[in-house]
C-alpha cells in the first residue's frame, strides 16, 4: 500500500507531494498515522544548510502526533488506536519523517497523548518542552542545573526566577517547569496581550516588553550598572558564570 509524502527533493531544493510504499514496524516500533505536525527549527535548517540528511530525495517532519496503527511484535504498553505524540527523525531515514501519512516510531519515545489535549497541542510539546527541561535541569555548563537528576520531589519553594520571552513556545513550558518545582515568584516579560494566559500557566508578575521604561525602573536603571559590578567582584555566585551586560 501506498500513502502521500512530502519530499525535499535536493539539497537546497522544493518540496514535492509524491507517494511513497507504507513502512512495516520493527519489534520495537510502532506505525502511527500522522494527525498534526509542528514545526522544528532543524527542518527550515536542512533546506538552508544542508544538515544532517544524507540522501536526497528526503521525507523531512520532527515533531508530530498521530493514532497508533499497527504494533511491533516486542513492544509493551501502547495498543492500536492509542493517541500518541513524539519526536520523529527524518534525516534517519524516510520511514521517520513526519511529514508523511503513516510513519515508523521507536516505541521508547512516544508517549501517549493525555484526554484532554488535542492532537495540535500534543504535536506542539516534543521539541519545545524538551528544550526548556534541558535548559532548567541539566548541570550547569549545559543548563541551569536546577535538577540535573529530574528528581519530583526537588522543590525551589519561596525562591524567585525570571523568564526572558514567557510568550515564546519555550518560555511557555518554562513558566510551568519553574511552577512545578515551586518557585514562589516566576517573573517574564512579554507582550501584554499574553499576561492572562501566561498567568494561568503559572506565571505571577509581568513587564511589558513594549515599555522600556518599566524595566529600566525595575533594574534601576544606570545606577544598578556600578552595583552589580561590584556584586561581581565581591561574589564567587557558587562557581557559576554571571554575565554582566552593558
Known sequence: MSQKALFLTAAHG?????????????????????????????????????YFVKEYPAVLGS??????VEVGEAVQGFSKNDRVFFQCSGFDGNDYGG???????PAEIA?????????NEAASIPLVLTSAAIGLFAPVPNGAGLNPTYDLNVKYTGQSAFVTGGGT???NFAIQLLKFLDFEKIITNCSADHFDYLKSLGATDFIDRNEPCRLYELSGGMEAIPKGLQDLKNNKFRGRKVVVPL
Open 169 to 171: 513556545s519555550v518560555g
Open 63 to 68: 515533531d508530530a502526533s498521530g493514532d497508533i
Open 14 to 50: 522544493d518540496y514535492k507531494l509524491s507517494e511513497r510504499p507504507i513502512p512495516t514496524p520493527a519489534p520495537d516500533q510502532i506505525l502511527v498515522q500522522v494527525k498534526s505536525l509542528s514545526l522544528n527549527p532543524v527542518e527550515w535548517k536542512i533546506v538552508d544548510f544542508n
Open 111 to 119: 508517549s501517549k497523548i493525555p484526554s484532554n489535549l488535542s492532537y
Open 99 to 105: 511529514f508523511q501519512e503513516y510513519v515508523l516510531v
